[in-house]
């Protein structure tokens, strides 16, 4: 998994650290990188768990199918994750129900 430049995963708490690694293991599946474009900088809804250092935003290639990306990270996170296809971007956050 790639890291745009600027963007620092440095403070991301525990859960979602963990999370990370098993995100990556799609692009090994997948043979495509998958960038991680957003955690606590830059623009965020108001209560955004960016800010709490429990979401990141993941940018996946034009090429990958993405519906298919998004119900296998689902899948691997499990029930504590919210996964949320957005435009151009998959927002990813910890928080447990």
């Given at each position: ?14 859960e ?18 998958l ?13 955004s768990?960016?800010?709490a250092n ?14 298919k ?8 996170l499990?029930?504590?994750y919210?996964?949320?296809?957005e ?11």
């Amino acid at each position: 998994m790639l890291v745009k430049a600027g963007v620092d995963i440095s403070r991301l708490n525990r859960e979602i650290r963990r999370a990370l690694s098993t995100i990556n293991s799609i692009h090994l599946l997948e043979q495509y990188e998958l960038i991680i474009t957003s955690t606590c900088e830059g623009n965020h809804s108001a209560g955004s768990l960016h800010y709490a250092n429990d979401a990141v935003d993941i940018r996946y290639p034009k090429k990958a199918n993405k519906d298919k990306t998004v119900k296998k990270i689902r899948k691997l996170l499990g029930p504590d994750y919210d996964v949320v296809p957005e435009k151009d971007h998959i927002h990813i956050e910890y928080d447990p129900k």
